[in-house]
């Protein structure tokens, strides 16, 4: 994705000629980008972006809007190769979407009215703000029922996530009012861009929610970090804290990061970790059952599924392995 956006910035520099090399490059990538991951396909929604805050930033008088379409040859070879994805992965699964309703363990948010299910990814938009800000604590699976669904309009957390939206709309709004530079709202674009796919907001995918999809929609983030710091240096009062500041946040992120690697070592220490962070999760509790069997801990393994069940009573998986568990110790 990333050499993709650096190949077009760099064949559209020259607004009059368009460099074949980098082009050819940045849309090279894209097809990778796609192939590799579903989320590649946002990237024509982040040149447009791109585009956008490069005319905000000469502060040119044409209408935005105006420029855009002007320019549609630009977009031409990235819906291409948009189209040729989506030919590709019906012509492979059958569906654009997911071919069939993803489980009620895997994503419950599908099995939701559309109006709760959005109200629903709207709360976990506000979990994932607060993950980005203070990453603690961290799980490998939010699967049911960790995730609960909002059935009230006072939930407070669809109002943590309509806090969130709110925030993120506005230096957007800001940016194309021309009252914030707008680097404030390209850094919320493209983060809101690149998550938009996996939010459950548009149609549901095969989780309620997960850390993993962040990795691209951080960048984003990061970029507001970067310029947030560049506005602070010019005061010249915090000229020597911002760099304390910046090293002690290095510090404290690498610390938790190699403490979070543990949790990582084998399934054990995985799951054991995330029946502490996500402990109504009936998934995560199946599978560190299933651990706990591998290691001849038939009492752990029996009480993991219990609690499972309390969860989930209906999970099919877990009676057959609670049978064969009591099986096994003759019962």
Known sequence: CLLAVLGYHQATSDRVHIRAGPCVTSVC???????????????????????????LRCRETVPILGSLV?????????????IL????????????????????VDNPL??????????????VLGKYGRLLLLPHPLSADYSYNQIEAVSSVFDPRLWTGLVVLALCALPIVQGLRRRWAPEWGFAVALSAVMLLPAANLLFPIGTAMAERLLYLPCLGFCLLLGRAFR?????????????????????VYGL????????????????????????????VRLNLGNELHDRGDLDGELHQYREALRIYPEYVEVHSNMGLAYLALGQ
């Open 29 to 55: 990538a894209s097809l990778l980008a796609c192939f590799a991951k579903e989320q590649g396909v946002v990237l024509l929604g982040i040149l447009v972006a791109c585009d956008v805050m490069g005319r």
């Open 70 to 82: 002007s320019n549609w040859r630009r977009y031409v070879p990235y819906a291409g190769v948009v």
């Open 85 to 104: 994805y989506l030919a590709v992965r019906l012509a492979a699964i059958g569906s654009i979407l997911l071919p069939e309703r993803p489980s009620l």
């Open 110 to 123: 599908a099995h939701l009215p559309v109006g709760q299910r959005v109200a629903t990814a709207v709360a």
């Open 231 to 251: 506005e602070l240096t010019r005061w010249r009062a915090l000229n020597w804290i911002l760099p304390l500041v910046a090293s002690l946040l290095l510090v």
């Open 256 to 283: 938790s990061t190699r403490i979070r690697n543990v949790d990582w070592r084998d399934n054990l220490t995985l799951f054991s970790s995330a029946a502490r962070a996500a402990p109504r999760s009936a998934k």
